[in-house]
């Protein structure tokens, strides 16, 4: 089932979402430091029944943090709130994981008319002995510094977050079930963090702090189901929920698949109607193109119709030009879906498709950069102990001073200014450059290109 992404632009901020399915709406929430991307397969499976809508909440993933310096919890509900009705939605089931089910259970109690009922995925409850234990340690500052020593912690941080929670907490007693040292998991959350940056700290800390928001037992309320399986360290919050009303549930269960399969059921069973088609941004967004080797969603900014179409140079992403994109296996794009080609006449088969969709009469195609391509781009695949993090930062301060940048000297220095060392500036290449699966062979073609 087909995935599409969307902006949408809410009060001035940036929203991005995810949408697959078709029939009635059903809202999901992600957790916290992630983005909607945790929902994409879950989406497709949910598809059959919803059209499943999943924003990234304020500051996470692609979606613009709130202008508020301290936002609380209820500013995280009404930003939700605000996402729903600019979509045309006036009423909706809900789904949410920890930071999203609080974040949707606080909305529920300001906005009761707009739910149809909420499925939630472990709710918090926490004591003040544990809020203690969380101080400032949970939530440390999160910002780049100029050798890339922040991703040292960043790996281990979200790696450890698997083997004891709180994840700085390393005592027996802290252990989780659920522990792991997979590097594509790990991966995953690592690039939402990198794209969060310190604004992670906002929405974190926004629903660690956030109260018991459970209505009294005698309120009437749409039907709340809240779920917790074994390992996940929200599963004995169970027990503190204390008495709620008729229409809550709470109960524990074994698997993640069965949190999944009693949520379903329950959203299934709710009054619904069909979701209205739902608005889009003019100046950004993502095409599906569809070619004989690639069947996916392009990112692309600027303005459709434009004269010329811009297209980036291999390891980077769009930056510039009256409309630009993201190629295949880089930026916000889709990545090949099968061998990743290194014939140029694929690569341009991509190219002419977007610039079709998007009104473009030309392209301007960068000339490749000099150098050996399996050098100017290894392999950056996830490794165990997160080397590649650190591996791609220096090369993305290397490329700064020289080029090739993987030979030093002064043969080969190039200009540079003072800004491009600022660790934001680096910050922001080296996203670009972790996302760039697709470099190597995107830098071969068009080799091919200008040998032909």
Known sequence: MKLSRHYLTINGRTVHYRRCGSGPSLLMVHQSPRSSAEYESLMREWGEHFTCIAPDTPGFGQSAPLAKADPDIGDYAEAIVEFVGALGIERTAAFGFHSGGIILVNALKRHPEMFTGLAVGGYAIWTPEEMAVFGDAYLPPFLPSSYGEHLTWLWNRILEQSWFFPWFDVRPEARLLVAHDDPDRIHAVVMEMLDAGDSYRLGYGAVLRAPRDIPPPDAITPPVLITAYDGDPLQAHIDRLGVMPASWEARKVSTPADLHEASLLFL?????????????????????????????????????????????????????????????????????????????????????????????????????????????????????????????????????????????????????????????????????????????????????????
């Open 268 to 452: 299934r069973k709710l009054a619904s109607q069909d979701c209205p088609a739902l608005p889009d941004d003019q100046k950004a967004g993502f095409i599906h193109v569809s070619t004989a080797d690639f069947d996916g969603l392009i990112h692309w900014r600027g303005r459709k119709g434009g004269a010329m179409l811009t297209v980036h140079a291999p390891g980077t992403e769009m930056s510039g030009g009256e409309t630009a994109i993201d190629l295949p296996g880089h930026g916000l794009s889709d990545g090949w879906p099968n061998e990743i080609p290194t014939e140029w006449n694929k690569w341009l088969a991509v190219i002419e498709a977007a610039c079709t969709a998007l009104g473009c009469t030309s392209v301007d195609i960068p000339n490749p950069e000099r150098g050996d391509p399996a050098h100017l781009f290894p392999d950056l695949a996830p490794d165990r102990f997160g080397n590649y993090l650190t591996a791609a930062w220096s090369i993305t301060r290397a490329r700064r001073f020289f080029t090739p940048w993987y030979q030093a000297s002064s043969a080969n220095v190039i200009t540079f200014d003072s800004y491009s060392l600022e660790p934001e500036a680096l910050a922001k290449d080296h996203r670009a450059l972790m996302r760039a699966t697709a470099a190597r062979a995107y830098h071969l073609a068009l080799l091919q290109r200008e040998g032909s």
